[in-house]
């Protein structure tokens, strides 16, 4: 992410920026002298989120022609709606002997995909053949299985680093760890990074769905290459309901549509384009943004629209990209309500005339396109259009209003903590590797594992970012509350190993006060979460969820532990 992004980023995100980003920003350095990174004495520093040492070996090198997206025409593909996934069939209860439940068999397939009129089928791989996979709909309380079956080539069709983790030459090329993010299930059903299974296998997944109503979603998981299993179109929409939620009259049916977001690279072939680094032997780059960005599996899709109120599950499939959405209508903003995040409902709708969603974080928005009969609706990424939704003629149905509050979302006191974790993120110089590792807590992923918090418990974990980048860190197993933001000056913290603040507690804007499984941990921010620890015992992750920084050691495990104190 360039330093003019997170700047952009920054100062776009409402009041935090104002709060929390006074003062020009520095480029963290790289924990290493000069002779260490091979670069001369007093070289500066680079314009990025990466050390200066990784600059070179960090450049994309393109192998094909490159597609340039303002030469395809706008607005002349529908968009896909996926298909509901229907179930399979059904399987003994595996936690209530004699009690079945609903399965699904979901085969992971090489597939053609036509993402614009104008272009060629793309070699992609899908759930079910589809990108992006079959929505999965759910409800509290009553558990599936799922059969995740891989049926994928045994040769990879973009660049594997060997190097990284997970990936060297002793592993198949292609394997597969199924997770749905968000869910709180045990740990051998969570889509463990190394619970991988190569082509020709399959395994099952029990969700008990012991949870609230919420917009989940499930990708890739597999240690090493789920950067790349995901950009291949490993991603889908997973919706929990619950009855709470049905009572509240929302949006259902055709007016409730998922929008799956996610950037790519294309070739003028029409073929996906992952780009490498220009040394061969280690092709990982650091974060991948591309310039076209896909919605359900399409460029510039076009959406034909009621005078009504419409539910639209927006969710943040991108490896790397932050999304700035919002809506236009001529000259001027569409207002909309954000009513959830990712882990179900607000408290209350939130009005807005714009939404941040970093990688892996989800929106739940209504928006009432009564106002804009006749009229064409634009979504759009800052100044770039995404799609059109075309607002059919006529009068509106009349519709009831909002609901003015939605679910209680009682904040969890300070007080509650039994213990407090301080968790630095940050960059790092690895001469084994030749190269930059992005670190949690300063720990490689074989070291043991720190963090063992008490089932049933609640902890407070301050994520200390010592870097310039943005990193959205996801646990495994919970949801969280967001308790504050805060600057400290990173620089002297790594100089001298002391905090300084740099300012007050900053709490969350209004639609990031509900439960959350991903956080935006800005550069030179303590963002503090706090965390009921609850469900299941076992070991799960934690990671950034900018996928190229989790595929170089920027993920965990924890483990949750039986509880020993009263």
Known sequence: MSRRTRRTFLKETTGLAAALVAGPVSFPACREDAATRG????????????????????????VRAP?????????????????????????????????????????MRETQVRVHRDLPPTRMWGYAGSIPGPTIEARRGRGLLVEWANELPAQHFLPIDRTLHGAHADQPEVRTAVHVHGAKVPPASDGYPEDWIPPGRSTTSHYPLAQDAATLWYHDHAMGIERLNQYA????????????????????????????????????????????????????????NGDTTLINGKIFPYLEVEPRRY???????????????????????????????????????VLLTAVTLAPAERADVVIDFGPFAGQNVLLKNQAIELMQLRVAAG????????????????????????????????????????????????????????????????????????????????LHLVRFQVLDRQKFDAAHYKISG?????????????????????????????????????GYAGRY?????????????MMRPFEVVARTTP
């Open 39 to 62: 670069a001369p004495e007093g070289a500066p520093p680079t314009d990025g989120s990466i050390c200066a040492a990784t600059v070179a070996s960090s450049t994309p090198e393109p």
């Open 67 to 107: 597609l340039h997206p303002d030469a395809l025409a706008r607005f002349v593909d529908p968009l896909p709606i996926p298909a509901t996934l229907a179930p399979s069939g059904a399987r003994p209860d595996p936690d209530r002997p004699g009690e079945s439940l609903a399965y699904h068999r979901v085969a």
């Open 233 to 288: 179109g490993l991603f889908g929409a997973f919706l929990v309901r619950d009855d709470a939620e049905d009572a509240l009259g929302l949006p259902r049916g055709g007016h409730e549509i998922p929008l799956l977001l996610c950037d790519r690279l294309f070739g003028a072939d029409g073929q996906l384009l992952y780009p490498m680094s220009n040394d061969p032997s280690a092709p990982w780059i650091s974060e991948l």
């Open 311 to 349: 539910r639209l599950r927006i969710i943040n499939a991108a490896n790397s990209r932050l999304y700035f959405l919002s809506f236009a209508a001529g000259s001027g903003a569409a207002p909309f309500h954000q009513i959830g995040s990712d882990q179900g409902l607000l408290a209350a709708p």
């Open 395 to 474: 009068a509106r149905r009349h519709e009831p209003p909002l609901p003015p509050a939605l679910r209680r979302v009682p904040r969890i006191p300070e007080s509650a903590a039994i213990q407090t974790r301080s968790l630095s993120l940050d960059e790092y110089a690895d001469s084994t590797k030749g190269r930059m590792v992005m670190l949690l807590d300063g720990k490689y992923w074989r070291e043991p594992v720190t963090e063992k918090p008490e089932l049933d418990t609640t902890e407070i974990w301050s994520l200390m970012n010592l870097t310039e980048d943005m990193h959205p860190i996801h």
């Open 498 to 534: 002391k905090l300084k603040l740099l300012g007050p507690q900053v709490v969350p804007e209004p639609n990031e006060m509900g439960w959350k499984d991903t956080v935006r941990a800005y550069g030179s921010l303590i963002t503090r979460i706090i965390v009921r620890f609850e």
């Open 541 to 553: 992750v934690w990671h950034c969820h900018v996928l190229e920084h989790a595929a170089n050691e």
